[in-house]
């Protein structure tokens, strides 16, 4: 029997590359993208008038962010490099363990994206309110406000499942890794076992058996010569 979950194990991924070569370039991607934003942060906090936006709109919600959650930012920035370098590590030297804090973020990521889905499919109010809020200069504001909210609904939760199916592509890949590298070092210490084994194996029961005579004693009351 097979379980399902090795139904869907496969050691490619993306552009016909192993597992582990999508996970490195996928961990070295977040990295790029984690350390542009911490760059930014930084330097918004160091010189914040140089970062000022004209529209009001912006701006109020910019003066909303103060320093300490520009702080915060900074940190969970600098936190996701360390984890995304885990799990490129991971993958590179095949050490199973880094690579867990990777998946679940991942986990985590795609959680919330599920729930920002069903919150639109429960209050679909939002989306309008949300267009209100945007700057006036925004491209194709009013005709997107003059359309149903059913089909802003139906719009928007298209374009969800879509990052939703990449997203859960992206943590399959991820999970293949993970088995690949796991089952590689299981692989590598069961030959170190049978390779460096010194006990002493004791033979089957049939074997130790003594084996029988081929010639019959001689019968009972016959004289012995000597």
Known sequence: MISPWDRWHSNSCCLCCHVRTGTVILGVWYMLINAVVLLILITALGDPHHYHLTS???ANDLD???????????????LMILICGMATYGAYKQHAAWIIPFFCYQVFDFAMNTLVAV?????PNTIQDYLQQLPENFPYKEDIMAMSNVCLVFIVLIFIGCI???????????????KYVSSRTTTEVL???TT???TVLIPPY??????PSKHAPPPYGTPYVA
């Open 119 to 123: 919150s639109i499919v429960v209050y």
């Open 206 to 211: 049939d074997d130790s058996m003594p084996v």
């Open 196 to 198: 460096n084994d010194t």
């Open 191 to 193: 030959i170190y076992v």
């Open 56 to 58: 009001a709109e912006l």
């Open 64 to 78: 909303d962010m103060d320093d300490a959650n520009m702080c915060i930012a900074s940190a969970i920035s600098l």
């Open 164 to 178: 939703l199916s990449f997203k859960a592509y992206l943590i399959a890949c991820v999970w293949n890794c993970y």
